[in-house]
């Protein structure tokens, strides 16, 4: 998949989808986060990613940004913002679609991965919510000695104080019935 990577100056009209990154994956992808974007019309189409290590591995944990839905991938080979965006759209199709979300990403994921922008994150909760999920993350990496796959579910049954305690899975969903 090749996506257009928008200009940091473009309006929400213009983006399809917004990637919030932290500043260690923008460094690792060479990519400049100049403004922080506010917040997509379209929760589907706005998430956030942080890069982490476990067990000497890099991995990359990518969250809906409203509903804290995650899934964590390999970073090795993550390069620049080409490879990050094939990699985690291709990530997002396999683990919405095992977990039984097709509809969710046909119909309202994939069709925003046309048109991308990078952008810092915007906010503190998810910020610190996605440093619980890393935390836990690291636990079935290596201890549990689950696949990246794998863990992603795992953390999607977690419920979350940034959800009043709802799990990210059902807030996922949830967010059609709010759209």
Request: hydrophobic share 45%.
């Amino acid at each position: 998949m090749v996506a257009d990577i928008v200009s940091p100056d473009s309006t929400l009209k213009e983006v399809d989808m917004i990637f919030r990154l932290t500043t260690k994956l923008a460094k690792k992808l060479h990519t400049a986060l100049p403004k922080v974007l506010p917040a997509d019309p379209n929760p589907f189409a706005d998430w956030s990613a942080h890069l982490f290590t476990a067990d000497r591995a890099q991995y990359i944990l990518i969250s809906n940004t409203a509903s804290l839905y995650s899934m964590v991938m390999f970073g090795k080979g993550i390069t620049d913002d080409c490879a990050f965006l094939d990699r985690a759209t291709r990530n997002m199709g396999e683990v919405l679609r095992e977990d039984g979300l097709t509809f969710f990403w046909e119909k309202f994921v994939s069709t925003g991965a046309a048109r991308v922008s990078f952008s810092k994150a915007w906010s503190r909760s998810v910020t610190g919510s996605m440093n619980d999920l890393v935390f836990q993350a690291k636990f079935y990496l290596i201890e549990r000695e689950l696949s990246p796959f794998d863990v992603s579910f795992e953390l999607n049954q977690t419920p979350m104080s940034y959800l009043n305690r709802a799990i990210p899975r059902d807030a996922f969903r949830n967010l059609f019935k709010m759209g």
